[in-house]
T-cell receptor, first 114, second 110 residues
């Protein structure tokens, strides 16, 4: 089945540590996205990439980094510079040719800082 | 003012009720309007989307867009406990970045 796989599903981090969240898609979509979801705040865009080896900052990129070395993969690193990293992180993808721009999401990764 | 406003709820209804979920928006240029359903601790899944004004029906779900009022709605007929979830509206210009509402929590009681 085609879809988006995020791992790990749950992750615990000590303050000062960097962590990397994995996102893999087999939908052959061009564009990939990372969102952060906090209660009552909806989805906020962290980074997105429309093509391999290129990516752009979203609305809340500070303290995060990404790479896009392969079309299928878009890992997100939460660095120690992110002051409030505890959140639910969602990876999404879409086909650039889509007029509506609808996104397809993974199951999410919940990061908790201890 | 947020670009997309959505009442967070929670909205609690008895099984079998008709549910109305709504969003308002400020950007009159939006052309595509979507509804996502998100179960607890899961990723959002696309329910349906509409282009411009009008209605679209899919089973028990009907999406309605009123561009003159900048108001969209999702109606759920014969609601079931399995419909209990958070419903997110989202909208976009042609192929551009989606803008999401904060989501409405729906609880359907059996």
């Amino acid at each position: 089945d085609g879809g988006i796989t995020q791992s790990p599903k749950y992750l615990f981090r000590k303050e000062g540590q960097n962590v990397t969240l994995s996102c893999e898609q087999n939908l052959n979509h061009d564009a990939m996205y990372w969102y952060r979801q906090d209660p009552g705040q909806g989805l906020r865009l962290i980074y997105y990439s429309q093509i391999v080896n290129d990516f752009q900052k979203g609305d809340i990129a500070e303290g995060y980094s990404v790479s896009r070395e392969k079309k299928e993969s878009f890992p997100l690193t939460v660095t120690s510079a992110q002051k409030n990293p505890t959140a639910f992180y969602l990876c999404a993808s879409k086909q650039l040719a889509s007029r509506a721009g609808e996104l397809f999401f993974g199951e999410g990764s919940r990061l908790t800082v201890l | 003012q947020k670009e997309v406003e959505q009442d967070p709820g929670p909205l609690s209804v008895p099984e079998g009720a008709i549910v109305s979920l709504n969003c308002t928006y400020s950007n009159s240029a939006f052309q595509y309007f979507m509804w996502y359903r998100q179960y607890s601790r899961k990723g959002p899944e696309l329910l349906m989307y509409t282009y411009s004004s009008g209605n679209k029906e899919d089973g028990r779900f009907t999406a309605q867009v009123d561009k003159s009022s900048k108001y969209i709605s999702l109606f759920i007929r014969d609601s079931q406990p399995s419909d209990s979830a958070t419903y997110l509206c989202a909208m976009s210009l042609y192929g551009n970045k989606l803008v999401f509402g904060a989501g409405t929590i729906l609880r359907v009681k059996s």
